[in-house]
């Protein structure tokens, strides 16, 4: 279903597919690199080091990394969706397949959670 | 293993306990902004239009986001060594765990808020739209709701920058 009186590639909708390809993405990139153990870019606290790893071990930490993965993932899929520019935006399922994705990741680190606590 | 009293000093350790003041303050802005950006944004939807106050939060909730996050970034070393290795991992692993998933929530919850404030600030109009811009932001604010929540938790545990 597509709404709106305005044209398909007002900037509006340019906006908001990028917007909602991009939380998509980040979400996607975010969880992939530690569900898959890709290595990442991962700092050692201790000996002031950044190493690209993929099972950081003590204290070195892999949360920078992940975000960078997530954050370059996020601008891949806003960049991407300007391929569709011009075609109609459907909002709802455009909007549910990105929460669909974030939702996809608190399952999966909540389950981390859960599992910890056995 | 490294024991972490003997391990040498930690990048942005010798300012920790006021950079975690500032974050706690940053925090509640983050949470305030956050939620009021949702707020707008359903009041929006309902209505089918934006407000200004809509436009406004939709610039100050990703910026509080966004200085809350690099705070965190620069306090994460020296909880990662004198918390969590020096600590948790030892008395309260579950309490490290939880502390894990307030950080995936920050940075999930930092997306869907500017997500939505890049949408706003575009100018979606139309039902749909504005519906999704308020799916997007509230989302982001229980999230960021959730984060907030358990880092007051770890933090009444074991501060950083405490003994």
């Known amino acids: 279903m597509t709404e709106g009186p305005r044209g398909a590639g007002s900037d ?18 975010y969880l992939l690199p530690g569900a898959l153990r890709l290595p990442v870019l991962t700092y050692d606290p201790i000996g002031h080091a950044a190493l690209l790893t993929a099972a950081p071990r003590g204290a070195q930490m892999r ?23 011009g075609r109609p935006l459907d909002v709802p399922v455009a909007t549910a397949a990105a929460l669909s994705c974030v939702a996809l990741d608190l399952a999966w680190f909540l389950s981390r959670l859960l599992a910890s606590l056995q | 293993m490294i024991d972490p009293p003997a391990a040498g000093p ?7 306990r006021p950079l975690l003041l500032v974050h706690a ?34 610039a100050l909730a ?3 986001l966004a200085a ?6 620069a306090l994460y070393p020296t909880y990662r060594v004198r918390v969590r290795l020096g600590d ?41 739209r504005t519906w999704a811009v308020a799916a997007l932001s509230s989302s982001g604010a229980t999230l960021v709701w959730a984060a907030a929540i358990i880092g007051l938790y770890v933090t009444a545990r074991h501060p950083v920058g405490g003994p």
């Open chain 1, 12 to 29: 509006g909708d340019v906006a908001l597919r990028a917007a909602l390809w991009g939380v998509s993405g980040f979400a996607i990139g």
């Open chain 1, 63 to 85: 949360y920078y990394g992940d975000v960078l993965w997530a954050c370059a993932a996020a601008a891949a899929a806003a960049l991407l969706s300007r391929a569709l520019r």
């Open chain 2, 10 to 16: 930690v990048v942005f350790e010798s300012v920790a």
């Open chain 2, 25 to 58: 303050v940053v925090g509640f802005a983050a949470v305030g902004t956050a939620t009021h950006f949702a707020a707008y944004a359903v009041i929006g939807a309902l209505r089918g239009s934006t407000t200004a106050q809509l436009r406004r939060f939709s």
């Open chain 2, 62 to 64: 990703p910026a509080a």
């Open chain 2, 68 to 73: 809350q996050a690099l705070l965190g970034f």
């Open chain 2, 88 to 128: 948790l991992d030892r008395t309260a692993p579950a309490v490290a765990q939880l502390f894990d998933l307030k950080e995936h929530l920050a940075a999930l919850a930092l997306a869907l808020v500017a997500a939505a404030a890049v949408a706003t600030r575009a100018g979606a109009k139309g039902n749909l």
